[in-house]
């Protein structure tokens, strides 16, 4: 038996659940499993529970299924948690998770806590989507599905250019292409693709950014003003942590933005040997080696100033 028929057995109510601000591989991973279940599992009920995705993603079938309404009231037989590593990642879908009769776990996160029933975490795989190829049938995967593996693989891996990026990825890369798939599109108007007003955060970012620890660190902020000056929510503000990271110099980049009054969503990008998702951890959040995020309370100074504790306790050995 397959990973999908052994997992739907007694299953016929299911949920999808992603993170909290889902990012291409959140996104490609949930649609890629509930076109999946269409194709091939049709007498499964299923939904898809995730905050509201990007336009940029529209190309994706089913995007319009996902559901952003949390407080719909529902039990189910199964809760599929795609690309998480907590449960506080999950926000106000976690309440599916806690009511459902079983639940499974496909993710890629090193510090994942190991939360559901079932976990199945592939620290040194590229992306959830790649985990989850392989828990899929090839024969049957469908152009449908394969855009939305692709979709999550070169938003992970950066277009192939980060570190998590092997040969196994590439190998499922080309398969997804082989099943006819548009990837100069999806590389384009996915990832590349900015709109004016994107342009214009990404470069007061840039213009506002700060480097210090000898410059072998960067960080930059965008306040809650800001955003509503400019009309931009977080989703506007993907980029801009990786163009930071290539800052010649740096080992080590952080943006943050505001969510709430001295509340900021911090991400953390590393060049070399630094773990930042050990520093993620310590405050709450977590990631992988080279590319992790958490939430931090304070002022922008304050929140600096630790961040910057934790990242010198790696490059220069503090205590």
Known sequence: MSFFDTML????????????????DCIGSCLAAYNYLEEHYPDVRVTVFLEEPSIKFG??????CICSDFSVEAEFDLCLCLDCSDMLRFGEAVRYLNSAKKSICVDHHVTNTGFAGQNIVEA?????????????????????VAECIYTGIIHDT?????DCTSARTMEIAGKMMAKGIDFPHIIDNSFYRKTYIQNQILGRALLESITFLDGRCIFSVIHKRD??????????????IDQLRITEGVECAIFMYETACREYKVSLRSTNDLDVSKIAVYF??????????????GSV????????????????GDT
């Open 301 to 316: 100074h304050d929140v600096v100033n630790n961040l910057s504790a934790r990242i010198s306790v790696q490059i220069n």
């Open 284 to 297: 709450g959040g977590g990631g992988h080696v080279k590319a992790a995020g958490c939430t931090m309370a």
């Open 227 to 240: 955003m509503d000056f400019y009309g931009v929510t977080s989703a506007d503000m993907d980029g801009i």
């Open 158 to 162: 950066g277009v192939f250019k980060y």
């Open 124 to 144: 040194k795989a590229s992306s959830t989507c790649e985990v989850l190829f392989g828990l899929l049938e090839e024969e049957k995967i469908s152009k449908a």
């Open 9 to 24: 057995e007694d299953v016929e109510t299911m949920a999808i659940i992603g993170h909290i601000r889902p990012d291409g």
């Open 59 to 64: 190309y994706l079938k089913n995007i319009q």
